[in-house]
């Protein structure tokens, strides 16, 4: 594999908050919250997911914080 292809950035995944939505420090309702986002807000995902109290939560990025929130709220 050529030292370009391997210094290539890939594209950031990103999503968009449907509701007002909490980040949490862990994924599941009981989380410790880190903040509420806006509905509206971009986010970038980091590729990690969870499925914590019968719901999909995704480790995404917002502004500074990294943390977890519900993927049913998110675009």
Same mark, same amino acid.
């Given at each position: 594999i050529?030292?370009? $292809?391997?210094s290539?950035?890939?594209p950031?995944l990103?999503?968009?908050t449907?509701? =007002?939505? =909490?980040?949490?420090?862990?994924? %599941?309702v =009981?989380?410790?919250?880190i /903040?509420?986002m806006?509905? %509206?807000? @971009?986010?970038?995902?980091?590729?990690n997911t @969870?499925?914590?109290?019968? +719901?999909?939560?995704?480790? /995404? +990025? $917002?502004k500074? =914080? +990294? %943390?977890?929130?519900?993927a049913? $709220?998110?675009a």
């Amino acid at each position: 594999i050529s030292s370009a $292809y391997l210094s290539k950035k890939m594209p950031k995944l990103l999503y968009h908050t449907t509701d =007002n939505l =909490n980040l949490r420090q862990t994924p %599941g309702v =009981n989380g410790k919250l880190i /903040v509420t986002m806006p509905k %509206g807000s @971009e986010l970038e995902a980091t590729g990690n997911t @969870e499925t914590a109290d019968g +719901i999909l939560w995704r480790n /995404v +990025i $917002y502004k500074s =914080n +990294i %943390g977890w929130c519900s993927a049913d $709220y998110l675009a």
